[in-house]
């Protein structure tokens, strides 16, 4: 059954600051995705990883994939107070294409 | 650009009633699938459909049944509503990749906040 885990669960942080939230996933997947998600609303998409070493950036955030480590990283730089949110990773097997969902990452970044 | 959606966007039922929840997807795609989201938790899959049919199934339990239409919108059927139902669902479309079987990317509609008293 394919697992997948997030660290950590809640993130505090203060502006300006860098941190980087984990993604693991426990068997072969070619295929990862980040979500953000503000309370109460839908998911909006972030990143869409589809190959090992796969590298992406926009704004504050950068996404990169690992397919032998089976491991994702959402890096956040100078944080500020609007990427409050929780930030969900999934991975799909490819063959049925269902999102399988980590736990999600709260984030909070306070003044 | 056009999103999916979903309708009710709130929903209120007491339980043992019957409920529906539609999902219109962007336009040219054909592959549908559906999510529940608890309070706290994360999305859970339901079911999916490609080209009208089923493609996949999840957790959905029996009380529970799903359809696309020739139109490509799909509708949930949920019946003896239960409390531990209340949740968020969500509808999400992709359009067909090179497996024919689902894109790479879904697109996720605002959700229907159904809660069961």
């Known amino acids: 059954e394919l697992k997948v885990e997030q660290n950590p669960l809640f993130l505090s942080m203060q502006e300006g600051k860098n941190y980087t939230i984990y993604c693991n996933y426990s068997t072969t997947s070619d295929r990862l995705y980040w979500y953000r998600q503000d309370p109460g609303k839908s998911l909006e998409s972030l990143f869409v990883?589809?190959?090992?070493?796969a590298v992406k950036q926009e704004g504050r955030l950068m996404a990169s994939l690992d397919t032998k480590a089976r491991l994702s990283t959402l890096h956040i730089t100078a944080a500020v107070h609007d990427l409050s949110a929780t930030y969900f990773c999934a991975v799909d097997r490819g063959n049925t294409d269902k999102l399988i969902f980590g736990t999600g990452t709260r984030l909070q970044v306070f003044p | 650009a056009a999103g999916v959606i979903q309708s009710p966007r709130h929903l209120i039922k007491e339980k043992r009633e019957t409920a529906t929840l539609k999902c219109y997807p962007i336009?040219?795609?054909?592959?549908v699938y559906w999510y529940q989201q608890g309070p706290g938790q994360d999305p859970q899959f339901l079911i999916s459909f490609y080209e009208k049919m089923q493609s996949d199934k999840g957790s959905i339990p029996d009380r529970f049944s799903a359809q696309q239409f020739s139109d490509y919108h799909s509708e949930l059927n949920m019946s003896s509503l239960e409390l531990g139902d209340s949740a968020l669902y969500f509808c999400?479309?992709?359009?067909?990749?090179?497996?024919?079987?689902?894109?790479?990317?879904?697109?996720f509609g605002p959700g229907t906040r159904l809660t069961v008293t």
């Open positions: 336009p040219r795609h054909d592959t």
């Open positions: 990883l589809l190959s090992n070493g």
């Open positions: 999400a479309s992709s359009p067909a990749g090179t497996s024919g079987r689902g894109g790479y990317e879904q697109y």
